[in-house]
């Protein structure tokens, strides 16, 4: 997984096509990096009602993964939640990692429709819970997954 990551981020950044990891290692990766969501969330700005966001990754290796976040808690099931204050749908594995390792804008990934949002108006609150964590900070695993 992290050298998935690792050698993902290099064809990005070099712009190479090929060669592409196997599905069911660029799954086993995603799951992964969403698995970790739970420490990532900001303590400080947990939401007074329950909130749920779904990433759905398309593409091979790809699938969906639902973040609750409710009553000090946040888990992550695989699978694709019947609602959900947000949606953020990935083109590809590709799309997911460029975006999280800052590599694409999410913006331009959303101009460019490698990235697609549903109730766009709860970015804000994602962006607040899951806010990119400080050089020093130490990630706990205190929420549940």
């Not at 009602?49 to 808690?73: C, H, L, Q």
């Not at 590809?92 to 975006?99: K, R, S, Y």
């Not at 709860?122 to 695993?141: I, R």
Request: aromatic share 8%.
């Amino acid at each position: 997984i992290h050298t998935w990551s690792h050698f993902t981020e290099a064809r990005l950044r070099l712009k190479q096509a090929a060669p592409i990891p196997s599905p069911a290692i660029t799954h086993a990766a995603l799951s992964f990096f969403l698995s970790m969501m739970p420490m990532m969330v900001s303590r400080d700005n947990l939401p007074t009602r329950p909130f749920t966001a779904v990433m759905s990754v398309g593409g091979a290796g790809g699938g969906d993964w639902t973040i609750r976040v409710a009553d000090g808690a946040c888990r992550v099931a695989e699978g694709h939640a019947g609602t959900a204050d947000l949606t953020m749908t990935y083109r590809d594995g590709d799309t997911f990692l460029a975006i999280a390792k800052n590599v694409q804008n999410p913006m331009l990934a959303m101009l460019t429709s490698k990235l697609r949002v549903q109730g766009f108006r709860n970015m804000g609150t994602f962006g607040k819970l899951f806010a990119e964590p400080k050089p020093d900070q130490v990630l706990e695993p205190s929420f549940a997954s």
